[in-house]
C-alpha cells in the first residue's frame, strides 16, 4: 500500500503561528499531494510535489519532500482561523506505472486554529 | 465551471433498501473517481473510470456496489440492498489527464452522506 500517514493526528495552534503536518508513505511515488477539507464538505487540492522536486510554496503553503525518507511535510505559516480543517497527503502511481490518478489518502491531520 | 455536482447531499434510509448516489464531472475531465469516507477507514477509492470505461473496481467493498458511467457527464454508484455498515460520506471527484503535463489534480465534490439504518 502507498497509504501515507500523516502527524500529528490533531493539531491545535493560536492564530499567527505556524503548522506543520507530516506525511510518509511507504512506496515510490511519482508525486505527492496535500488536500484539505472543511467539515462538512469535499476535498480541496492545495498543493503537488514531484517526485524529483524537493521543495515547492504556493503563498502560505510550503511542502518539502524527502523521497530518501519517504516523508513530506506541509507547513502553513502565519495560520488564520480559515485554516482549520482536516489536511490529507495523498499518492498515487509508481514510478513510471500507469495507475494515473489513483490517490491512496493518509487518515488526514486535523489543524484547529484560535482566533 | 459549476465543479463536481453530487446529488443527493444526504440521504437517509432503512436497511435493504437501494441507495443511487449521482454524480456530473467537471466538463472535459476524462477521469471520474468514487471513493468514500468513514472516521474508521479514512478515504477509500471505490472505482474509477478513464473516458467512462471502468479501469478499477477492486475497491468495491462486494457485490452489491455498482458503478456506471453511462455518458462523460454522468456518473452513478448504486448499493443494493444498502446496510448499516455502508453508511459513510461518497465523494465523486474528477481530472483530467494531458499527455505528459498532466497534474494528477482532483477536484472533489461536496458529497452524499448516506446512513442506512
Known amino acids: 500500500s502507498q497509504q501515507g500517514e500523516e502527524d500529528p493526528q490533531a493539531l491545535s495552534i493560536q492564530e499567527g503561528e505556524n503548522a506543520t503536518m507530516n506525511c510518509s508513505y511507504k512506496?515510490?511515488?511519482?508525486?505527492l499531494q496535500w488536500y484539505r477539507q472543511n467539515s462538512g464538505r469535499g476535498l480541496v487540492h492545495l498543493i503537488l510535489?514531484?517526485?524529483?522536486?524537493r521543495e515547492k510554496h504556493s503563498g502560505r503553503l510550503r511542502v518539502t519532500l524527502d523521497t530518501s525518507k519517504k516523508s513530506s511535510s506541509l507547513l502553513i505559516t502565519a495560520s488564520r482561523a480559515a485554516d482549520t480543517a482536516s489536511y490529507f497527503c495523498?499518492?498515487?502511481?509508481?514510478?513510471?506505472?500507469?495507475?494515473?490518478?489513483?490517490?491512496?489518502f493518509g487518515q488526514g491531520t486535523i489543524l484547529t486554529v484560535h482566533p | 465551471d459549476a465543479g463536481v455536482i453530487q446529488s443527493p447531499r444526504h440521504e437517509v434510509t432503512e436497511m435493504g433498501q437501494e441507495v443511487t448516489l449521482r454524480c456530473k464531472p467537471i466538463?472535459?475531465?476524462?477521469?471520474l473517481f468514487w471513493y468514500r469516507q468513514t472516521m474508521m477507514r479514512g478515504l477509500e477509492l471505490l472505482i474509477y473510470?478513464?473516458?467512462?470505461?471502468?479501469?478499477?473496481d477492486s475497491g468495491m467493498p462486494e457485490d452489491r456496489f455498482s458503478a456506471k458511467m453511462p455518458n462523460a457527464s454522468f456518473s452513478t454508484l448504486k448499493i443494493q440492498p444498502s446496510e448499516p455498515r455502508d453508511s459513510a460520506v461518497y465523494f465523486c471527484?474528477?481530472?483530467?489527464?494531458?499527455?505528459?503535463?498532466?497534474?494528477?489534480?482532483?477536484?472533489f465534490g461536496e458529497g452524499s452522506r448516506l446512513t442506512v439504518l
Open positions: 471527484a474528477s481530472s483530467l489527464y494531458l499527455q505528459g503535463i498532466h497534474t494528477g489534480e482532483l477536484f
Open positions: 512506496t515510490s511515488i511519482n508525486n
Open positions: 510535489i514531484r517526485s524529483n522536486e
Open positions: 495523498a499518492t498515487g502511481g509508481n514510478a513510471g506505472g500507469t495507475s494515473y490518478g489513483k490517490l491512496t
Open positions: 466538463s472535459g475531465h476524462d477521469y
Open positions: 473510470f478513464n473516458n467512462n470505461v471502468p479501469i478499477d
